[in-house]
């Protein structure tokens, strides 16, 4: 005997198309204001993106990975989190950081090298996680101990098409497929992983049937598209919450940045490629429609782009006002405690630095 | 007072724990149902429920991984690698998340998390069933290593490992699991972790351990008793090292022997032997010796004693540095 036993679906989802005209049946109710508030928090992470990348090339930020033209994946997911739910971030998610109500100046010091840009106090966002693909495991960890103390909490974890083919991604998966754990996988795959392509990262067709295996929902949706992303994710957020258990979200998006500033793009790709994606750009797309729709004026929309950048400015003004900490941070926060070796080891770091604190 | 041997001290200290703190929970392969590979979880699934004595998939790191998850979200996980052979894959959870994150969030998480795992040859295992990894964990800052000893250290040391508010790696030596039973107070209690044992007291050489092997230098200590007092010091935590113990008594007798299974290159013996120089050089009468497994991987079971350091070997080396000693100063 031979029959099929299973089959399976996988999802595209777009509520904005390129042109900014919007899918009426598929389209998400949002209030104007939270409209506005949703443009507001891909201009401002915009605008943070530019600033740190020539903040890099004059050597007063360090080593940075822009985030340009991922605003969708990120603010169309980020903004629905409630105050109790937790993101866990790789290290391109400056977007999520934002609007999770991260001050600029932390991100600055952050990227400039200052361990205190991750003090991120009432933030619920996890510090910036860079081995790629580990903190997806943290994510489910952390939902299942949301649910096992009924805190009604969800978590969300941001990765690359990269990251899916580390084993710790799949585990994660699977763990979560079977606790059935309160968390949203959001893959935003930007198609490159430094220069290796999405196309050399895996056989498969998306990287949202990878969610079957796991006995897990997913859906692939235009990346660029914020009302996609939110739709897709409000709809995930829920199931997770109401205890139904994990989603994988596939954003199909595009990296319009090298990988890091200390990455030269255009050694394994075309300028053609980087130019078609740019006229997907998310912001200018869904600018479109909120224009269209009466949301937005082209004079308000121009006070917003300019308000952004004062915002950003006056972030740097603060990073770089920031007196250096003590040598001695470097001994903080290792434990809770410090032991006897570290206690003489930090007496060793004093006497050379000559150092008075404590 | 109960009679116990480690496992069921391990047992009775997790049982414990998990009475006083609700959100200590268990996680790791065949520990539920089955009771773990060892028996060390028996009946705690039942007891506790299977949301708290968790049966997981079968992937080490992300066990660890997941549980990083569960410390940061306010649970204290004790999980469990079932031998040390297979810690390996949860090294990256371990060394660049577990002991980094209280670090990276500048205190704001922290991971209240013990990985149990069994460790060490002698049960004549297949391979990866052998090994004595613990210098990977205890080069790792942020990450404390702990090893018992006996039933009642396990007991204290896991009772406090699990309190600890930073990432713990409890290491227990499989071929004394069950060796020896010791009676055990009614009360629970625990031993702070950082503090060396005394094993016994003497004045004539130092002697090094930690593991199974306390018991293996013990033996040693009592054969020689007639011709030697030497003081056998049982490390018990690995990371943070009791200094303190190991300088004033290798300050006392002048003679020092090293001893583990691990082998010997960037052994934990190395380390001791270099705090012994930075501190007590001057007291000491001979050059340290160790006694180590040699550096190669551990054979299989029919060769395995050739391997690992054996009451002779041990012997030898302290006669050897009591020889050289006794040459250098006559005494």
């Known amino acids: ?358 | 007072m109960a009679e116990l041997n480690m496992i069921e001290a391990i047992r009775s200290a997790l049982r414990a724990e998990m009475k006083l703190d609700k959100k200590v929970v268990l996680l790791g392969e065949d520990i539920g149902v089955n009771g773990g590979v060892f028996r060390v979880t028996e009946g705690l699934q039942k007891e506790f429920g299977k949301e708290r004595v968790i049966d997981t998939p079968l992937a080490e790191s992300g066990i660890v991984g997941s549980a990083i998850g569960m410390a940061i979200a306010g649970l204290k996980p004790v999980a469990e690698i079932q031998f040390e052979g297979f810690i390996f894959p949860a090294l990256d959870q371990l060394v660049n998340h577990a002991a980094r994150i209280r670090k990276r969030s500048q205190g704001k998480f922290h991971c209240q998390l013990v990985v149990r795992c069994p460790i060490g040859g002698g049960i004549r295992a297949l391979e990866h069933h052998s090994d004595s990894p613990e210098t990977y964990l205890a080069h790792t800052p942020g990450l404390k290593v702990v090893m018992p000893s006996t039933p009642y250290d396990a007991k204290g040391l896991l009772a406090s490992a699990i309190r600890d508010p930073d990432p713990v790696v409890f290491f227990e030596p499989k071929k004394i699991y069950r060796a020896i039973k010791e009676e055990l107070p009614d009360e629970h209690y625990t031993i702070p972790l950082g503090k060396a044992r005394v094993v016994k007291e003497g004045h004539d050489l130092t002697l090094i351990t930690y593991g199974s092997l306390v018991l293996t230098a013990a033996q040693v200590a009592e054969d020689l008793r007639e011709e030697l007092d030497i003081e056998l010091i049982d490390l018990r935590t690995l990371s943070p090292l009791d200094e303190e113990t190991i300088i004033s008594s290798v300050k006392k007798t002048g003679k020092a022997v090293v001893v583990h299974e691990a082998p010997r290159t960037l052994g934990f013996a190395s380390e001791i032997i270099a705090r012994i120089n930075e501190k007590a050089l001057y007291h000491l009468e001979a050059p340290v010796a160790r006694v180590t497994s040699y550096d190669l991987p551990v054979p299989l079971a029919k060769y395995e004693d050739y391997f690992f350091p054996s009451k002779e070997r041990i012997t030898n080396a302290i006669r050897k540095v009591m020889k050289e000693a006794r040459s250098n100063y006559g005494v």
């Open chain 1, 1 to 358: 005997m031979k029959k099929r036993i299973a089959s399976f679906d996988i999802y595209y989802l777009q509520v904005l198309d390129e042109k900014g005209k919007c899918d009426a049946k598929l389209a998400p109710k949002i209030p104007a204001k939270r409209l506005k508030e949703m443009y507001w928090l891909m201009l401002l992470t915009r605008a943070f993106d530019e600033k740190a990348l020539n903040l890099q090339r004059q050597g007063r930020i360090g080593t940075y990975a822009q985030v340009k033209g991922q605003e969708a994946c990120q603010i169309g997911s980020a903004i629905l989190m409630q105050e109790q739910d937790l993101a866990f971030p790789s290290f391109r998610e400056h977007g999520v950081f934002i609007a999770r109500g991260t001050p600029l100046e932390k991100l600055f010091l952050y990227w400039g090298g200052d361990e205190r840009g991750m003090d991120l106090g009432k933030v619920n966002v996890f510090p910036v996680s860079i081995p790629v693909g580990t903190h997806p495991l943290h994510a489910v960890g952390a939902a299942y101990a949301y649910k096992f103390q009924k805190k009604n909490a969800v978590t969300l974890a941001y990765f690359g098409d990269g990251a899916t083919s580390e084993g710790d991604f799949h585990e994660a998966m699977n763990f979560a497929g079977v606790w059935q754990a309160p968390v949203v996988f959001i893959c935003q795959n930007n198609q490159w992983a430094i220069s290796t392509p999405a196309s050399k990262q895996t056989a498969a067709k998306t990287l949202a049937q990878k969610a079957i295996a796991y006995g897990m929902r997913s859906v692939q949706v235009d990346g660029n598209d914020v009302l996609g992303v939110y739709s897709a994710t409000k709809e995930a957020i829920e199931n997770a919450r109401k205890g139904k258990g994990p989603t994988l979200i596939e954003c199909k998006t595009y990296r319009l940045g090298d990988h890091t500033t200390s990455d030269d793009a255009r050694r394994y790709r075309s300028e053609n490629e980087v130019k078609a994606w740019e006229k997907k750009d998310p912001i200018t797309r869904f600018e479109k429609y909120l224009l269209s729709k009466g949301v937005l004026s082209q004079q308000l929309a121009q006070e917003m782009k300019e308000k952004a950048k004062q915002e950003v400015e006056k972030a740097v003004k603060n990073y770089e006002s920031t007196p250096k900490a003590s040598p001695e941070i470097i001994f903080e926060n290792v434990y809770a405690s410090l032991p006897a070796n570290l206690q003489a080891q930090l007496e060793e770091l004093k006497d050379e630095t000559g150092s008075s604190a404590s």
